[in-house]
């Protein structure tokens, strides 16, 4: 977790306790991750995304953890813009995009701009529990695929 000061204080106070859920029952680490505009081009962001997932790995000595990353449903893809940069970087990490081999099988990116409704998780997705609820189904879906993954190998 050396690395992680620049990400700010929340973000690593939650990546701390997905890292230890994983280590404690083996499940994949989950992240909600917002496309909320800013400043960095998409390649830091990728950047910034490829680090958090190997620092974690390597910090909690667990080369097998998978990952689940649940884009917040600002951006649609294509938009361009820096939440288009963002939404872009996020893509790229998925372990079937193929821009990383060896996160194949152990980073998911789940797109939720389709069931955001024109809301956004910074937004509360404009107190819709349905969205809510949608978003959770598929990252659960995305967990227990990556469980069952783990169990087949």
Do not use: W
């Not at 890292?19 to 909320?36: Q, V």
């Not at 950047?47 to 974690?56: A, E």
């Not at 998780?121 to 978003?135: D, L, P, R, T, W």
């Amino acid at each position: 977790m050396n690395n992680m000061n620049k990400f700010g204080p929340r973000f690593c106070m939650i990546s701390l306790l997905a890292a230890m859920l994983f280590s404690a029952i083996g499940a994949p680490i989950c992240a909600l991750s917002g496309e909320k505009p800013d400043a960095n081009s998409k390649q830091q962001n990728e950047h910034n995304l490829v680090n958090f997932t190997v620092s974690l790995s390597k910090d909690f000595n667990a080369p097998k953890a998978k990952f689940v990353l649940v884009t917040m449903g600002e951006s649609m893809k294509g938009s361009g813009g820096n939440g288009g940069k963002v939404l872009e970087a996020q893509l790229a990490i998925d372990g079937t995009s193929g821009k990383y081999p060896e996160f194949k099988g152990a980073v998911a990116t789940t797109y939720s701009n389709p069931m955001a409704q024109g809301g956004s998780g910074n937004g509360h997705y404009g107190g819709n529990a349905k969205i809510y609820m949608e978003v959770g189904e598929v990252m659960g879906k995305a967990m227990a695929e990556g469980i069952k993954n783990s169990d087949e190998k």
